[in-house]
């Protein structure tokens, strides 16, 4: 398997599956003499578990052993590579899908292009993957903290629900697909704030085409629009365009700071789709002679993972501003 590396200059690579002995990474990159701060490692995985009722009862310790990289807390300028041990383990829970490919997952994909796949949880393709995300991305939000830069995100769709407006008529929502045993997807908008001007390059690495790509490769995500998106689609020019004020900042933020793929001083506003679990109660699923069963999915999965999966876009967020600001240098 190729490809398991994120950025060109602040470059984080994962390993692991969802039910191996660890998971873990390499962070290259990093500056020397920062001191680290493990107390927000910590928070910026608490987030990821969550403690909604809607998210997995698979609650994992997530303790984080830095290997390298790392001497009496200050960072040496050298690779940072980390574990997190797999502790809540349940193979058996996948024992009546051993020979069989579930719709709407990675299971069939995998085989086809391997000829092979993890016989337990979703392998290398499982959401459990973005903790070393989260890792990565905690410590890329120390590094962009030097720089004044933060980023914040909110749910704002559930299903056809507007979170905001509507969280009493979302909430009821996901208790009756988690009493059905089905799932929710929604929308997550991510702000990234104080983000310096002239990051990107103008054709194949625009700032926004990275940013999707980031974003499109967290679990389940299936769309991504930066400021206005769709929306922007629908208006004339003369509506959409951005004007200017005099200190060279925009009266209005249309294009979510990016234009002509390089970032102009304002908010980076980006919005990223989710789409419903597949792994919901009782799936119809396709062993390899074609014969469909249906049958009970009795893995431990989220009814909705919008809750967990704030961090991971904020997460995937740091580590591209990060990168580009590495390369600017």
Excluded at 139 to 160: C, D, P, R, V
Excluded at 213 to 232: H, N, T, V
Excluded at 262 to 270: Q, R
Aim: proline share 3%; aromatic share 8%; hydrophobic share 35%.
């Amino acid at each position: 398997m190729n490809n398991n590396t994120f950025g060109k200059s602040f470059r984080l690579t994962t390993f692991g599956e969802s039910h191996s002995t660890c998971l873990g990474g390499i962070i290259e990159g990093f500056p020397a003499n920062l001191k680290i701060d493990y107390p927000l490692i910590k928070s910026e995985l608490e987030k990821r578990k969550s403690t909604s009722p809607f998210s997995t009862p698979r609650i994992e310790e997530d303790k984080v052993v830095f290997i390298s990289g790392i001497e009496n807390n200050i960072s040496l300028g050298t690779p940072i590579a980390f574990l997190i041990e797999n502790k809540n383990v349940k193979k058996q829970d996948y024992e009546n899908l051993k020979t069989l490919f579930r719709p709407s997952h990675a299971d069939y994909t995998y085989f086809c292009k391997y000829g092979i796949n993890a016989s337990s949880g979703g392998g290398r393709s499982s959401a459990r993957e973005t903790v070393c995300r989260v890792v990565g991305g905690s410590l890329a939000k120390q590094f962009l903290s030097l720089y004044q830069i933060n980023i914040e995100s909110e749910i704002t769709q559930i299903g056809q629900f507007d979170y905001i407006a509507q969280r009493n008529q979302a909430e009821e929502a996901l208790k009756q697909a988690k009493e059905n045993g089905d799932s929710l997807g929604g929308v997550i908008k991510c702000i990234i704030h104080n983000v310096p001007k002239g990051l990107g390059e103008p054709i194949f690495d625009k700032f926004s085409a990275t940013l999707a790509q980031a974003m499109i490769s967290i679990p389940a995500a299936k769309s991504f629009e930066i400021g206005d998106g769709l929306e922007s689609c629908k208006r004339l020019g003369s509506e959409d365009i951005d004007h200017w004020n005099q200190d060279f900042t925009t009266k209005t933020n249309h294009s979510g700071g990016v234009q002509g793929g390089i970032t102009n001083g304002m908010d980076v506003v980006f919005s990223v789709g989710f789409k419903p679990i597949a792994s919901i109660r009782t799936i119809r699923a396709i062993n390899p002679q074609g014969e469909i069963t249906e049958i009970e999915n009795n893995g431990r999965h989220d009814c909705c993972n919008l809750f967990r999966a704030r961090v991971v876009v904020e997460s995937m967020a740091a580590l591209t501003i990060a990168d580009f600001i590495k390369r600017a240098k």
